[in-house]
């Protein structure tokens, strides 16, 4: 186990935590949650999955937990959708995003004429700007092999579109709650919005594009899957998974792309770099053109180098962190998940709805978790919480048994009225740990 002291943060640490004032705290505490009474603790989207409940032998762990998501209003259509694809399915996380990545990139091609993935990447931002607008994937086909140009409003692209950088402008965010049973309790689902719309890329169809009638090439289109099927991440896998199976069903009950069903070429990133980069050099030899993922941000950043030399598009429909959008891609790469400096936006302003005085936080040690961390202080320093009331410890994910009880301690002396805990299924091991040393979380 590696925890990154974080202290508590005075002036001299400002590089680390920006110094704001607390909303109605005494600025300048050092004796915190007077009482050490209970805490409320707050999620991300790496552990606002109903099925991080699992890790708990004891059901209600987790009760009393909040937090938020990328997530679009679902109608229940979509949902029975999805339900028609796995019965089973307990979450919808990203399940709308992923859908949308691939009818996108099925657009993209039938608008080229072409699988060419250079040819794809070149229509995939103006896929969802200008244009007659289509929210089905048979709909949008139809557009684009007639060389209409369009405009894609599907789940999750709804409003705005993507930025020059190929990522959504705009996205909406699920606030969620955990009941006593460690699962999801819909009928407390909030939703947010951010970004800005004025931001979006005012790009069409470029010149060169499919014409009507025009001769298609490269059939068929083949999505290679970049999944966390394993790994730390793999609680979220089932919801993307879905996602990505009805939109191949629907775009192949359509017509296909150019003539031909879309092939989809399964293959897992382990939410590890190694297992990521054997996929896609499997991928790669089976001559793909688009790989849907990874999961996790730094999976995709480890990977990029590889698909670029390459030629391909990696398309993510979960990747969060802020890095990627200046990435070095050739025009490569692209999300439907919007970067964490919404998601800081989001959950900064849940959090302070509460109105604690005293904030910890717990981040996964890697371009997702300090990513994240990093944004939401950003966010807590505009709304006015005060350096001295901030408290940020980090933990090492690759350990294979977090041992967070150092880290526990400095939490019950820091005395938080709130604590924010980013990371994937192994955070888990954090709270088990925050429980052991006597922590109390609100219900």
Partial sequence: MRIRRGTVIAAACAALLAGVTACGSTEGSSEGNETGGPIQLYGTDGNMISSFGDEFDQPGALRGMKGTTPLAPLTDDFKNRLKGVNPELGDYVYSGETYDAVVMSAIAAEL??????????????????????????????????????????GVSMRTGGFTDLGEPSVASFATLHFDDQDQLDDGKMEFVNAGDEAQASTKSAPPGARPSGAAASGAPLKIGGLLPKTGDLK?????????????????NAAGGVLGEDVAFVEGDDGTD??????????HIAAGVHVILGAGASGVSTAVLPQVKAAGLILFSPCNTAASLSGADDDGLYFRTAPPDVMQGAALGDVI?????????????????????????????????VSAENMLALTYDHEAETIDFA??????????????????????????????????????
């Fill in 273 to 282: 770099p190694e297992v990521a980069k054997a996929t896609v050099a499997s």
């Fill in 235 to 251: 609680l979220a896998y089932p919801p993307m998974a879905a996602g990505a199976a009805l939109a191949i069903r629907e775009v």
């Fill in 406 to 443: 150092g880290g526990a301690e400095e939490v019950k002396k820091f005395k938080p009225d709130a604590l924010v805990l980013i990371g994937f299924a192994e955070s888990a091991d954090v709270i088990k740990a925050l429980l052991s040393a006597g922590v109390e979380f609100k219900h």
């Fill in 112 to 153: 080229a004429g072409s699988t060419a993935p250079a040819a794809i990447a070149a229509q995939l931002i103006g896929v969802t700007s200008g244009g007659t607008p289509c929210d089905t994937a048979k709909t949008c086909l139809a557009l684009a092999a007639a060389g209409t140009d369009l405009v894609y409003r």
């Fill in 352 to 384: 302070l709805r509460d109105g604690p005085e005293r904030i910890a936080i717990v981040a996964r040690d890697d371009e997702y978790g300090s990513g994240l961390e990093e944004n939401l202080r950003a966010a807590l320093d505009r709304s006015g």
